[in-house]
Nanobody, 123 residues
């Protein structure tokens, strides 16, 4: 059974940092692109960051560029999202996802999803 399990969410003040982790089990995803999405109350799920299977390429939505960093450790089958200088508008449930291919740019290209972890940023 394939599972993606997120951890590391919580409550933090604006300007603070959190590091999210996503541990995969059931199969290896070293050949797959990985991504982070988020969904705020009443809003659609949106792309946050993605990383190529090799880790050689990363890409971000404009609102998090310069503040968030996605990385992966293929030996551990784990992907991370380091979030710095958090803002109240970053409050959302954050989801980890695994893509069908080595690179993915759209939500439809992601086939496996975690259950999400809540991130709340207070002012």
């Amino acid at each position: 059974q394939v599972q993606l399990v997120e951890s590391g969410g919580g409550l933090v003040q604006a300007g603070g940092s959190l590091r999210l982790s996503c541990a995969a089990s059931g199969r290896t995803f070293s050949g797959n692109g990985m991504g982070w999405f988020r969904q705020a109350p009443g809003k659609d799920r949106e792309f946050v960051a993605g990383i190529w299977s090799s880790g050689g390429g990363t890409y971000y939505t404009d609102s998090v560029k310069g503040r968030f960093t996605i990385s992966r450790d293929n030996a551990k089958n784990t992907v991370y999202l380091q979030m710095n200088n958090l803002k109240t508008e970053d409050t959302a449930v954050y989801y980890c996802a695994a893509a069908v291919g080595a690179v993915a740019f759209t939500r439809s290209e992601y086939s496996y999803w975690g259950q999400g972890t809540q991130v709340t940023v207070s002012s």
